[in-house]
């Protein structure tokens, strides 16, 4: 390997080893509920999966599902399945999964 090629694959490196932790960092902050808006029912998002606001069966709703990053007392919460909105946290989709 020639003396450029060397740094060049270095600085690379070096690069490339920062972005991790700063990416982790910024995957790692909490999301803000109340910063996000609503899901809307009738998106093509919300009705593929069948979301409603409100969970015709009291045990299975968005609040007590795997998929739910809300806090705990909260009316609204973030799901990984509506990116940038926030889903009613006795909502219901097709896709409840219960807590373990």
Known sequence: ???IKRRK???MMTAGAAVI?????????PSRADDMPAVD???AQAQALQYVSESEN????C?????YTGAEGEDMGGCPLFPGNAVMAA???SAYVPKA
């Open 1 to 3: 390997m020639t003396d």
């Open 9 to 11: 694959f270095v600085s």
């Open 21 to 29: 932790p700063v990416s982790a960092l910024v995957a790692s902050l």
């Open 41 to 43: 029912p009738e998106s």
């Open 58 to 61: 009291p045990e299975q709703n």
């Open 63 to 67: 609040l007590n599902c795997t998929l």
């Open 91 to 93: 909502g219901w989709c």
